[in-house]
């Protein structure tokens, strides 16, 4: 695992520097090999990884895709109901342009679709001097968290 942890820094490392997305032979070989991904619907993939949110878009991007977003309730059953309900899992959502304005990562468009937990969004962490402007699913609900936080994620193609 760490070996396949440092081949994919080197990978996010590139695309950084601007190396064109597309994936070598290596790259593609190195997916394979990491078992941590799981297809729980046509276009959407878990990965079992804790990274950042910066990092886990990164990551996706490499995949040829974002972050998740859902377009209605019937893509988040799909996608709640293959999760595992005690992880947290980064989705492709934030406010870090304008606060509690949640943005797509793919469009940069407000997102239509959002199911959040209980009270949430609530920037809680402010209280602390931070911002929670990242959006992830915490018991199957949405919730802004701290982009630094590391979680599992779902990405989208
Ligand atoms: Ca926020
Ligand atoms: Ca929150």
């Given at each position: 695992m760490a070996k396949i942890q440092k081949d994919m820094q080197v990978i996010l490392k590139s695309i950084q520097q601007g190396t064109p997305s597309k994936l070598t032979n290596k790259e593609n070989q190195l997916q394979a090999q990491t078992n941590c991904e799981r297809d729980v619907g046509r276009h959407f993939t878990t990965i079992k990884i804790r990274k950042s949110w910066d990092d886990a878009e990164a990551y996706c991007r490499v995949m040829g895709g974002h972050l998740a977003t859902f377009k209605n309730k019937e893509e988040f059953d799909l996608i709640t109901g293959e999760i595992d309900p005690s992880e947290r899992y980064w989705l492709g959502?934030?406010?870090?342009?304008?606060?509690?304005n949640f943005v797509s990562v793919d469009f940069g468009k407000k997102v239509t679709f959002f199911e959040w937990g209980?009270?949430?969004?609530?920037?809680?962490a402010k209280d602390a001097?931070?911002?929670?402007?990242c959006v992830e699913l915490k018991d199957l609900k949405m919730n802004d968290s701290e982009c630094t936080g590391e979680n599992f994620f779902i990405c989208q193609n």
């Open positions: 959502i934030n406010d870090r342009a304008k606060e509690n209980l009270a949430e969004p609530n920037n809680a001097g931070l911002d929670e402007d």
